[in-house]
């Protein structure tokens, strides 16, 4: 049954087939397994999973920074209708920055402590747009009004170190948005940060988002973070994506056993439980990834065809979940069937 | 007095909280070097990292503390299980100060009854040793078995009980998840049959999945053993699940204390209302929240009166001039003038009533 082609324009950015790899003493390891999807103008895509899932490599692979031995061994990028994936570095350098943005989890690291905020702004701003020295400083002021600074001019001089934490989150902000991106790739953008500037944060990128209708895929393994920023949502595991689809659907009605597991094992203010739901075990580890589905040694509805066969993402209403309960196909269906 | 001093561990009273903790204080100085200032002119500089914390811990419950970096939260830990002396005030286990105790051969009983699990599992195991010595070496320091097999058969028990295999004895903590060293760490802290365990965080390192795991390990255990917790985190859910009675702390001081339930039902103090409507909303009910502006201030140099005035909607000027203290407010503790003087609003509850 094809697809009903709704999506026409094409959409900002494409992931088909990705896979990548790392050569190891004990032979290559795949790291990203065949995963596709995309990002549409101006949408927020979250991407959750847990640590080694494969979500910051994702990111890293669109924005090139992928770092050897790891590489792309399967599959394209598209941005914007073309194939970046396979661009000689001194193109990707030009898209990186300039149409596609990052903010990375720490403030403090992905600043260079040796230069004033101002000269890393006006230095990227001349990098990638046509601009005087006098101009850039001016839309090197504007950025930091942008994101909250307040007393940007004044700041413009500081060096980062006396920027709080917050703060220094928003100069990373301003940079990644310095040249106008369409797209932005957020990794962890608030994990290092307390609670209230969490808040902070998430509803300044939810404001940037719509003001310049950015697309953003935010990496976070905080479900609360995507739950209040996101459009829709990727859950990865073991270097797949194991569902996706729009977040209030996988939030409300998870349908991946692994989804419905991890939303169960978070505690919940109001909800007065003796024990939280527990996935038992550990993701697999890359050299150990179970044959069938990735999940199904800790799968509580794991059947035969789980063990056998790795299963794609198939549609299962709203979302689509890569699991063999929503295959007509599967003896498990009908055998439930047969008892219903 | 010595005599006294060493209670023994047999003789409940009952009534007596297992933790009295009075007037806790823990000033550190952060000056410039004496030369520095004595050329630059720079005068002495004191951070109150906990200033002035009242609090108790009733027997076989969790007690929690929440705050964000900086409110002194870890600090009260470390003054509770020794790793700092406290710069005025008293901590008392079952009774007994640690800090009226002198030689550590004084200590010991006590120091065998209160234990800490730390935050991060990949720094607070050593990675030369393997795990079964890592478990042994408080039965070893505290003396508790005499011959090797018992020690060997005691560590296969404390691996068993965390759902990891006597076999796991064998390897290094490299060989482990971070979930699995947190059952480690756990393990160890387990191993001198403590009473009361001092949690710093145990779960923020983890992925909620493992996170799930380890606070349903830590109930379980709580439950099974009769222990008794102070559970620190800055996550306002793993607290509300985890939690009997919960402390807030801002700037060194408690603002508030009350039961679980109530703290989150009706929130009082104008920072624990904040606290609570910084939480992600799961619920997806698409509710509008005010960020609230500002951030801590820098703990060196306070704001005067209410620490939290500055970033306060209800602040005026009696919050300005004169710092609250922790009064009773329909059961619950409040530090806040405006609370006092009933001039604050009810909350519009994000969160469900429980």
Known sequence: MPEPLVTAPTPLLQVDHLKIEFPTRHGTLTAIDDISFSIAVGEVLGVVGESGAGKSLTGAAIIGLLEPPLRIAGGQILFDGKRIDNLPAEKMRRIRGKSIGAIFQDPLTSLNPLYTVGRQLTETIRTHLDMDERAARRRAVELLQEVGIPGAAQRLDAYPHQFSGGMR????????????????????????LDVSIQAQIITLLKRLCRDHGMAVMLVTHDMGVIAETADRVAVMYAGRIAEIGPVR??????KHPYTVGLMGSIPTIGHDLE??????????????IPTGCAFNPRCSEVFDRCRRERPNLLPTGDTKAACWLYDAASEKRAVETAHG | MVKLATAQPG?????????????????????APWLTRLVGGGKRQTLKAVDGVDFEIERGKTFSLVGESGCGKSTVARLIVGLYGPSRGRVEVDGVDLAGLKTRAEQAPLKRRVQMIF??????LNPRWRVKDIIAEPIRTHKLLDSPAAVRARVGELLS?????????????????????????????????????VCDEPTSALDVSVQAQILNLMKDLQRRLGLTYLFISHNLAVIYHVSDRVGVMYLGRLVEVADAKKLFARPRHPYTRLLL???????????ARIPVAGEVPNPINPPSGCAFHPR????????????PNLRIADGTLVACHAVEEGRLPEMALAVPAA
């Open chain 2, 11 to 31: 003789v409940l009273v009952p009534d007596r909280p297992l933790l009295q903790v009075t007037d806790l204080t823990r000033h550190f100085d952060v000056s």
């Open chain 2, 312 to 323: 306060c909607a209800f602040a005026n000027e009696r919050c300005r001039v004169e710092r």
């Open chain 1, 275 to 288: 024990r939280l739901r527990q996935i038992d075990g550990a993701m697999p580890r890359l050299g150990g």
């Open chain 2, 277 to 287: 409507d910084t939480i992600p909303d799961l619920e997806m009910t698409g509710r």
């Open chain 2, 119 to 124: 935050q991060d599992p990949f720094a607070s």
């Open chain 1, 249 to 254: 659907e996988v939030i409300k009605h998870p």
């Open chain 2, 161 to 197: 009980q965390v759902k990891l295999t006597p076999a796991d004895g064998d390897k290094y903590p490299h060989e482990f998840s971070g979930g699995q060293r947190q059952r480690i760490s756990i393990a160890r802290a387990l191993a001198s049959n403590p009473e009361f365990l």
């Open chain 1, 169 to 192: 989150q928003r100069v990373v902000i301003a940079l990644a948005l310095a040249a106008n991106p369409r797209l932005i790739i957020a990794d962890e953008p608030t994990t290092a």
